[in-house]
């Protein structure tokens, strides 16, 4: 078994910036890809971004590109989504999820065995 654990969330006025943290612990080793998906009230999952497992590829969204970055510290089995310009519509739940899977679907959550709790991010403009 994986635990992801993310932090890092909070309020954030549009065009400001904010790093989102995933720590796994547990059988890591076992870990692939990992991704970031976002849910807003009333809206599906979505995915974010994502990144392979020693960092080669990388992934996200047309909606954050540019702006989203995901990385990964496999010392500290942690994953981060560095959020710059922000804006109202990044208003939502992120989760962190993880996959053993060696071939895989990046936006499909079904792909992803291991989530976080997720952390909240809101826009306080």
């Known amino acids: 078994q994986v635990q992801l654990v993310e932090s890092g969330g909070g309020l954030v006025q549009a065009g400001g910036s904010l790093r989102l943290s995933c720590a796994a612990s547990?059988?890591?080793?076992?870990?692939?890809?990992m991704s970031w998906f976002r849910q807003a009230p009333g809206k599906e999952r979505e995915f974010v971004a994502g990144?392979?497992?020693?960092?080669?590829?990388?992934y996200s969204a047309d909606s954050v590109k540019g702006r989203f970055t995901a990385s990964r510290d496999n010392a500290k089995n942690t994953v981060y989504l560095e959020m710059n310009s922000l804006k109202p519509e990044d208003t939502a739940v992120y989760y962190c999820?993880?996959?053993?899977?060696?071939?895989?679907?990046?936006?499909?959550?079904?792909?992803?065995?291991?989530w976080g709790q997720g952390t909240q991010v809101t826009d306080s403009s």
């Open positions: 999820a993880a996959t053993e899977r060696t071939s895989w679907s990046w936006g499909s959550p079904v792909e992803y065995a291991y």
């Open positions: 990144i392979s497992r020693y960092g080669r590829n990388t």
């Open positions: 547990g059988r890591t080793f076992s870990m692939n890809a």
